[in-house]
């Protein structure tokens, strides 16, 4: 395995300087910049401020305002008041704030790909997953929106007599709530729907990679969206929690299953709706069939990208007896080829895990693994010399059900790889977990790996590809079932969720009761008639 550390010279046996904590530059500027985007913040005078650290140097990037719960309940305060105005505006026109966004987001990515590395500690490449997400969200609903949430003509109760239709209306005040490990493009993926959707927002995003949220924020004003629309504030949940979950006409959470549990009961005493976005075990199959070096370079990226800190990360693999060893081999060429590093540049194929507590769930999942029987094929170490959150992206064999990773969720890169008999089998073993978000089939035969794709119980189901072809497919939508979470997010389904429908109909001439004289029953008998003449019909 190769290694790289930030602005490292390039003659042998020099020394490494740390990469600056802030932005891609050195100095005073990447401070400023930093220091420009928190005050984007909508409230923190009533607590004191945070300081994140970076991940790859470990240095403090820049102080944080963190808001009271009586200052968010003001921020919600604000967004009713500016709320109804926004719905006014014609859905086109929210539309074209996003398409305008959209490519800002592509024109001005290089300030955002250092925040992301710095706040996150991915490596470039990840990162950049990062603004293709978010450029592609925008432009679907920027394209999509308005006519997804024109009114619907429906078949009348009588025919020419009762005319139908479904409006949709904004929620109102939606509460985002957004974690560390993929900030810019999970804010894009929950807020952007829910503005084109004519709601307003009060986003709370992760302390840790707080300012590429607060970057998006930035360039959605510049794209033409009135302020106070969209307000982020910052704090613990515990500190600020209740007040987004209490004033909230809906929420939407991304986070741990535990948490995510809690959330709903609370919102559920107020009877309004909520997405949750949870936790996986995702597996990968490879059938008998399967090209093994193509199945083995599909695995790298679908376990290491972001160091395995991707809510759709594969963390089990489950290869055909005939061609199990043969797929070790090449995983642990390719897993050892990888070059970790810190630069910000594209030289890197993975950074840092983010924080200590991953970093310490990661070697305590594979120390015990190891105790329990499991073969460290390749890395098994967390690697100092390159910053104090890296781990050697690792691949184990024999893991047994003693095993906290056989299955808890580690969230880092490690991913372990099991053999099995027959293609039943790995279904079957794919589907024991209690989480259901995305999986992975690899063949030859794409028309029997999709079969094989539907009879896994996952949201999200990639054949011949770990995440990205449905990660990246904004037409279709992104969810889990079973325990890694409720509704979806992408397609129509991530913008009407966002809506209330409302049934509007109008009836024309004759009234739906009988006519004055006429008996009930006559009544009913003609009804019956004209209801089963119509199931007659043909479809339209």
């Not at 307003?200 to 707080?210: L, M, S």
Request: glycine share 10%; hydrophobic share 40%; charged share 20%.
């Amino acid at each position: 395995m190769t290694s790289t550390v930030p602005n490292t010279p390039s003659h042998p046996g020099s020394t490494a300087g740390p990469a600056d904590p802030v932005g891609g530059v050195s100095g005073a500027p990447a401070r400023r910049r930093a220091e420009q985007l928190t005050h984007r913040v909508a409230a923190g005078m009533d607590a004191a401020p945070v300081t994140m650290s970076a991940p790859f140097t470990g240095q403090p990037i820049t102080p944080l305002p963190q808001a009271a719960d009586a200052e968010v309940r003001q921020v919600f305060t604000r967004a009713r008041e500016v709320q109804p105005s926004w719905a006014e505006w014609p859905a086109r026109e929210r539309q074209r704030v996003l398409l305008r966004l959209a490519d800002l987001v592509l024109a001005h990515q290089d300030e955002v790909l250092d925040l992301v590395q710095v706040e996150a500690g991915k490596a470039r490449i990840d990162a950049f997953d990062e603004v293709s997400a978010t450029a592609l969200v925008a432009s679907y609903y920027g394209k999509h929106s308005a006519r997804l949430l024109a009114p619907r003509r429906a078949a009348g109760a009588l025919p020419l007599l009762t005319k139908a239709s479904e409006v949709r209306h904004p929620k109102g005040v939606v509460g985002v709530v957004s974690p560390w490990n993929y900030p810019l493009a999970l804010t894009a993926m929950d807020v952007l729907p829910a503005l084109a959707a004519g709601n307003a927002i009060v986003q709370k995003p992760d302390n840790q990679t707080a300012l590429s949220a607060l970057w998006l924020h930035e360039l959605a004003e510049q794209a033409g969206l009135p302020a106070d629309v969209w307000q982020i504030v910052l704090g613990r949940g515990s500190a600020i929690g209740d007040a987004i979950v209490e004033e909230s006409d809906y929420v939407c959470f991304t986070g741990s299953t535990p948490t995510g549990k809690r959330l709903a009961g609370q919102i559920a005493e107020r009877l309004t709706g909520y997405s949750l976005e949870l936790g996986g075990k995702n597996p990968m199959v490879v059938l008998p069939d399967a090209d093994v070096r193509k199945a083995a370079a599909g695995a790298v990226t679908a376990c290491f990208s972001s160091a395995g800190q991707l809510c759709v990360s594969v963390e089990r693999i489950y290869v055909h007896e005939s061609i199990h060893d043969e797929f070790v081999r090449a995983l642990a060429e390719r897993t050892g080829g990888l070059t970790l590093g810190a630069g910000l540049d594209y030289h890197a194929g993975m950074g840092s895990l983010t924080s200590q507590d991953q970093l310490t769930t990661v070697a305590a999942h594979v120390d015990d693994a190891r105790a329990a029987g499991a073969t460290v094929v390749t890395g098994g170490a967390p690697r100092p010399d390159l910053g104090p959150l890296f781990y050697e992206p690792t691949v184990l064999t024999g893991v047994t059900e003693q095993a906290k990773l056989f299955r808890e969720e580690t969230f880092g890169p490690v991913v372990a790889v099991y053999s099995y008999s027959d293609v039943d089998e790995a279904v079957a073993r794919a589907n024991d977990t209690e989480f259901g978000l995305n999986a992975s089939v690899w063949t030859r035969d794409a028309r029997r790996g999709e079969e094989v794709a539907r009879r896994i119980k996952a949201g999200t189901v990639n054949v011949n590809e770990g995440y990205a072809a449905t990660f990246g497919t904004v037409g279709v939508p992104m969810g889990g079932m079973k325990e890694s979470g409720v509704g979806r997010r992408n397609s129509a389904e991530g913008l009407l969720k966002y809506t209330e429908a409302q049934a509007v109909a109008v009836q024309r001439g004759l009234r739906l009761r009988p006519f004055r004289g006429m008996p009930p029953r006559l009544w009913a008998k003609v009804m019956s008639a004209g209801i089963a003449a119509l199931r007659r019909l043909p479809r339209r």
